[in-house]
């Protein structure tokens, strides 16, 4: 059926090509740990039996054009073209720097904890790979200081390679405080940068002034994943009609845990859920904190495939998936979450540090019933307000999520302005939300 | 002459920003204040007009918050 054929790098020395990006199904704990439950870290052995040798003749021209080609977007949520990044990057002298990004800030997600403790060559070829093709002097991989798992396993994995002598400046692990914003973009490039690990306003794009004043290239760890797969002639973009690995990445939340899985991108999100969760749930968090509730109905026919959800005005994010019980309160869940996403606001920019925590006691109050017309209307106010209007997206996110529960729970909303709250809001909470 | 009518807009750093106010009352026509005292920026192409008050913000803010952007094209 596919008519795919490998411009370059043809993979001769492996006989099939992988599925899949992950070696299997995942599971982590439910929320506080980013240790998977019983994973093998596959060695450089390993990783060349299955994925052949590391890629060191893909031309640079010759690979960003097969990035093109894939229409390969960003993973870490945004979902940006990994093409134009990498022109950006090319159109400069040079001399910067690679950043593989592996700070999953998202507490639900954990795919990228997933890849990297499974498959940790996978990601680094595709570092190695984005630092050759923009002559970057330096690769970083960027982690929470608390990843310990991921962390032993990235270390073992630069010190194969290392032994190997494989291609591409050293590798450097780089650690920040684990906090949600530590995996924001530009709060990156600030602390490899000397400063603290904070968002920061920039006027250029990092492409041409990013750490240290240098071109820099910073992609998400299944994004590298991705291009690793392409570098090797396989196309791993979840497009049904092209060849090679067309997967999807999820983060599922189920009763018990977290399962990290892939499906095939002509598949929807409802069967992913159905396959993981038993009760059908009455509306799903998609995309995360700073993601869309979405009613059960719609959310079930959503393309697991990005540019197929895209074209229902919908965004599979960085592929969270959170099915509300049909016991939950909506309105009580969006509350709490608001709250930790006040608390972690960087408290740089006004609208960010005063708002959300406006938002977040007045979306609290509607859950228990407290909420007046007046502080309705106060609340819409603020949440025009509030768009946009941050040094990054952080605000953006919790404002997403704020709209998406006022439709998706447009019914519950009424109910609580006009009868107060309802018994959900004292049972317990069925997303959970750590301590900021 | 045809550097001053490149199509510039204004825009705030928002993380430089300390809500401290000066700019509303020199450009009340390009600069609102959000609920929290922070100011919001008109994001359309400055007229000759709006270029004066726009200058006069810049200049005056104490944080340097404030800066001209070109135009995406």
């Known amino acids: 059926m596919s008519t795919h054929v490998p411009s370059f790098t043809e993979p001769a020395d492996r006989p099939t090509a992988p599925a899949w990006l992950l070696p299997t199904i995942i599971r982590f704990p439910r929320a506080g740990s980013e240790g998977a439950q019983r994973t093998a870290t596959e060695s450089l052995f390993e990783h060349t039996e299955v994925w052949g040798a590391f890629p060191a003749d893909a031309g640079r ?169 392409i570098a090797r002639g396989l196309d791993p973009t979840g497009h049904v009609e092209r060849g090679g690995i067309p997967s999807a990445l999820f983060t599922v939340l189920t009763p018990t845990g977290r399962t990290v899985t892939e499906i095939r991108p002509d598949t929807t999100l409802g069967q992913l859920v159905n396959s993981h969760v038993a009760e059908t749930p009455q509306a799903v968090l998609l995309g995360g904190y700073g993601g869309n509730w979405v009613p059960w109905a719609e959310f079930q026919a959503i393309p697991a495939s990005e540019p197929a959800a895209q074209l229902q005005g919908r965004s599979t994010g960085a592929g969270i998936v959170a099915p509300l019980p049909t016991d939950g309160c909506g309105i009580a869940e969006t509350g709490r979450i608001l709250e930790y996403l006040a608390d972690s606001s960087a408290r740089q920019c006004g609208p960010c540090l005063f708002g959300l925590r406006a938002v977040a006691d007045l979306v609290s109050a509607l859950a228990r019933g407290e909420l007046g017309r007046a502080d309705r209307k106060r609340l819409e106010r603020y949440r025009a307000e509030i768009d946009g209007r941050g040094g990054c997206h952080h605000p953006d996110g919790a404002m997403r999520l704020l709209a998406s529960m006022f439709t998706t729970f447009a019914v519950e909303v009424d109910l609580h302005l006009r009868r107060g709250p309802c018994r959900a809001d004292t049972g317990p909470r069925l997303i959970p939300v750590p301590s900021a | 002459m045809a550097a001053n009518q490149h199509p510039v807009r204004l825009r705030v750093d928002p993380v430089a920003c300390d809500g401290i106010g000066i700019c509303t009352h020199l450009a009340p026509t390009l600069i609102t204040v959000d609920s929290w005292g922070f100011p919001i920026v008109a994001g359309h192409p400055l007229s000759k007009r709006d270029r004066k008050s726009a200058d006069a913000a810049i200049a005056a803010c104490p944080r340097r918050a404030l800066f001209l952007d070109d135009l995406p094209n």
């Open chain 1, 61 to 229: 021209e010759q690979l960003v054009d097969e990035l093109v080609r894939c229409k390969l977007t960003g993973r870490g949520g945004g979902h940006f073209p990994v093409a134009r990044k990498w022109r950006g990057v090319m159109a400069t002298a040079g001399g910067g720097y690679a950043v593989a990004n592996g700070a999953e800030g998202e507490p639900l997600s954990a795919k990228d904890a997933a890849l990297l403790q499974t498959r940790p060559h996978l990601v680094l070829d595709g570092l190695q790979l984005a630092a050759i093709a923009t002559r970057a002097e330096h690769s970083v991989i960027w982690l929470h200081a608390g990843a310990t798992a991921t962390r032993a396993s990235l270390a073992k994995a630069i010190a194969e390679r290392r032994v190997a002598g494989l291609p591409g400046p050293h590798i450097q692990l780089i650690t920040g405080p684990d906090r949600y914003l530590t995996g924001e973009s530009s709060a990156v490039v600030n602390a490899l940068s000397g400063g603290p690990p904070l968002p920061t306003f920039r006027r250029k794009h990092s492409s041409e002034s990013g750490v240290n004043g240098a071109p820099t290239l910073l992609h998400n760890v299944e994004t590298l994943a991705r291009i690793a797969a």
